[in-house]
Nanobody, 126 residues
Framework: QVQLVESGGGLVQAGGSLRLSCAAS????????MGWFRQAPGKEREFVAA??????????ADSVKGRFTISRDNAKNTVYLYLQMNSLKPEDTAVYYC?????????????????WGQGTQVTVSS
């Protein structure tokens, strides 16, 4: 059974930090590229960050570059994906989704991913 389970969301003041986690199991996700996307109310789902299967390559949306860091831990049967979010802004408020792509290299398009988590809410107050 494939599971991607996000955690770590919450309410934080502008300028604060949060660390999102995603536990992926049920496939050999250590061979999968993974990414984070977000969706704010009334807006389309958008790319945030992505990482290749071995962590050797990453990419970020321009809006989060220099503030967010994506990483992963392939050491165990359950692969963990992280998103360290610093200097948060009210415009970062959204539901954040973890995604996995059954290829080693990532995509910035949400349609390029095969598995999704249920999402975790991040709210940044001004």
């Amino acid at each position: 059974q494939v599971q991607l389970v996000e955690s770590g969301g919450g309410l934080v003041q502008a300028g604060g930090s949060l660390r999102l986690s995603c536990a992926a199991s049920g496939r050999t996700f250590s061979n999968y590229a993974m990414g984070w996307f977000r969706q704010a109310p009334g807006k389309e789902r958008e790319f945030v960050a992505a990482i290749s299967w071995n962590g050797g390559s990453t990419d970020y949306a321009d809006s989060v570059k220099g503030r967010f860091t994506i990483s992963r831990d392939n050491a165990k049967n359950t692969v963990y994906l992280y998103l360290q979010m610093n200097s948060l802004k009210p415009e970062d408020t959204a539901v954040y989704y973890c995604a996995a792509r059954s290829r080693g290299y990532y995509s910035v398009l949400w349609g390029g991913y095969d598995y999704w988590g249920q999402g975790t809410q991040v709210t940044v107050s001004s």
